[in-house]
């Protein structure tokens, strides 16, 4: 099971990026997803979460700037970020949601990709 | 919005028992999950739903919840366990997370 992320860089304020994860090892399709960011020297931010249905969630902070979703013939998570912040410099991690054992599955934060550092320059 | 404390560091000798806390208003109606997360490191899962232990997470790492209070319990801990640690819960769709906790183990 591996989560590779990507497009992470320097963007002025103002700005857009789009950040990239890669999926394997596991089925896709059947997740949830998230996006967690955490800033330099900072805790854990919940971000971003899209379900297989294609509901999705943010956190009040990047709502209406940030959009998530996912191309599942590609086992591919987005993060489309626009009108970039000073505030939204920070690692990025592509996360799996849902630990399952013994027949169940839990909404645990289990597979965490190694994360893209976005800087946003003001 | 809701908001989980956790002390910013707990110190322990090695081979010690070490209690790390989580406190949130709504934390004796959800379930609690931690993280540890090393130096440059991304974060692991080290216990869900409360007290249950992944596969692969030493057993003396434990969880527990009392009321509004989760606690982190690492019995025995060894210096590979000095690391950031997290609780997290679930708001509805909105996952939480705590400030956090620095554990030294000297």
């Known amino acids: 099971v591996q989560l590779v992320e990507s497009g992470g860089g320097l963007a002025q304020r103002g700005g857009s990026l789009r950040l990239s994860c890669a999926a394997s090892g596991f089925s896709f399709r059947t997740y949830v997803m998230t996006w967690v960011r955490q800033a330099p020297g900072k805790g854990l931010e919940w971000v971003s979460t899209?379900?297989?249905?294609?509901?999705?969630y943010y956190a009040d902070s990047v709502k209406g700037r940030f959009t998530v979703s996912s191309d599942k013939t590609k086992n591919t998570l987005f993060l489309q970020m626009n009108s970039l912040r000073a505030e939204d410099t920070a690692v990025y991690y592509c996360?799996?949601?849902?630990?399952?054992?013994?027949?169940?599955?839990?909404?645990?934060?289990?597979?965490w990709g190694q994360g893209t550092m976005v800087t946003v320059s003001s | 919005s809701y908001e989980l404390t956790q002390p910013p560091s707990v110190s322990v000798s090695p081979g010690q028992t070490a209690s790390i806390t989580c406190s949130g208003d709504?934390?004796?109606?959800?379930?609690t999950f931690w993280y540890q997360q090393k130096p440059g490191q991304s974060p692991i899962l080290v216990m869900y739903q409360d007290s249950a232990r992944p596969s692969g997470i030493p057993e003396r790492f434990s969880g527990s919840k009392s009321g509004n209070t989760a606690t982190l319990t690492i019995s025995g801990a060894q210096a590979m366990d000095e690391a950031d640690y997290y609780c997290?819960?679930?708001?509805?769709?909105?996952?939480?997370f705590g400030g956090g906790t620095k554990l030294t183990v000297l």
């Open positions: 709504k934390l004796e109606d959800t379930f």
């Open positions: 997290q819960a679930w708001d509805s769709s909105t996952a939480v």
């Open positions: 899209i379900r297989g249905s294609g509901s999705t």
């Open positions: 996360v799996k949601l849902g630990y399952c054992s013994g027949g169940s599955c839990e909404d645990a934060f289990d597979v």
